[in-house]
C-alpha cells in the first residue's frame, strides 16, 4: 500500500510564503504525476498544480507567479513554494499520486494553510 505523508502547513500572513512537502512511500512501481489540490470550506476540491515525473507543471491561473511545484523523484516527493499568499488561498490542501503500473490514485489527508491577518 501506498502513504503520504505532508508537512508545512500552518498560519502565514498575506503577503508571507509557505512550503508544502509531500513524500510518497509504499509499492511505488511507477507514477504519472504528483500534485496539490485544495478544499475551502463551502467549496469544491480544486487542482492547485501537478508535475509529471519529467518535471513539465501545471497551474491553476490564480496561483500562478505565486507558486512552484516541484520534484524529486528518487524520494517520491513533491513541494509546493507559495509566496505572496493571499487570504483566498485559504484551505485544506491536499497531496496526489497517480501510480501508472496499478493505474490508482492516492491522497493524503490534507494540511491545513491559513492566511489571515
Known amino acids: 500500500q501506498v502513504q503520504l505523508v505532508e508537512s508545512g502547513g500552518g498560519l502565514v500572513q498575506p503577503g508571507g510564503s509557505l512550503r508544502l512537502s509531500c513524500a510518497a512511500s509504499?509499492?511505488?512501481?511507477?507514477?504519472?504525476?504528483m500534485g496539490w489540490y485544495r478544499q475551502a470550506p463551502g467549496k469544491e476540491r480544486e487542482l492547485v498544480a501537478d508535475i509529471t515525473r519529467g518535471g513539465s507543471t501545471n497551474y491553476a491561473a490564480s496561483v500562478k507567479g505565486r507558486f512552484t511545484i516541484s520534484r524529486e523523484n528518487a524520494k517520491n516527493t513533491v513541494f509546493l513554494q507559495m509566496d505572496s499568499l493571499k487570504p483566498e488561498d485559504t484551505a485544506v490542501y491536499y497531496c496526489?499520486?497517480?501510480?501508472?503500473?496499478?493505474?490508482?490514485?492516492?491522497w493524503g489527508v490534507g494540511t491545513q494553510v491559513t492566511v489571515s491577518s
Open positions: 509504499g509499492s511505488i512501481f511507477s507514477s504519472n504525476a
Open positions: 496526489h499520486l497517480f501510480i501508472l503500473a496499478s493505474s490508482r490514485h492516492y
